[in-house]
């Protein structure tokens, strides 16, 4: 299920960026070096933020392609659902964008992301093959 992937991929992107800024916090005590364990440590980080932002875009952009349905688990009108798909893919660029610019305020985001996530789509539902 589309929603399972996006949770999990959530779920990925709060503790990358959390570590992230762990890293990049260790980075500035050691003044910003652009060499280094440090900073090959903050790029490989930044680097797994960026490529999990991008895995959420392609799985919201593919599941609007497809069947919106899906992803919303109810049958909304298609603009309520591209409208939140937008929001969620606003959201995943302000990430990247901080990610990039503004590590420190990264943790914060990241977590208001997996948020929103599961305030728009609840929780996932279970197949009635899988319950009881």
């Known amino acids: 299920m589309a929603f399972e992937n996006l949770l999990q991929l959530a779920n990925d992107l709060e503790w990358l960026g959390c570590e992230l800024e ?8 050691e003044g910003y070096p652009h060499a280094g364990l440090a ?5 490989d980080k930044q680097k797994g ?5 991008d895995k959420l875009e392609h799985e919201l952009e593919g599941t609007v392609r497809f069947d919106a349905e ?6 909304f009108p298609l603009d309520d659902a591209l409208n939140v798909v937008a929001g969620l893919l606003e ?4 990430v990247k964008f901080l990610a990039v610019y503004q590590v420190h305020e990264l943790p914060e985001a990241v977590r208001s992301f997996n948020r929103l996530l599961r305030d728009e789509f609840g929780e996932v539902p279970r197949p009635a093959a899988m319950q009881g």
């Open 22 to 29: 762990s890293v990049g916090h260790r980075h500035a005590l």
């Open 39 to 43: 900073w090959q440590e903050f790029r």
């Open 49 to 53: 933020v960026l490529r999990t932002c």
């Open 70 to 75: 899906k992803l919303v688990g109810v049958a």
């Open 91 to 94: 959201a995943v660029e302000q």
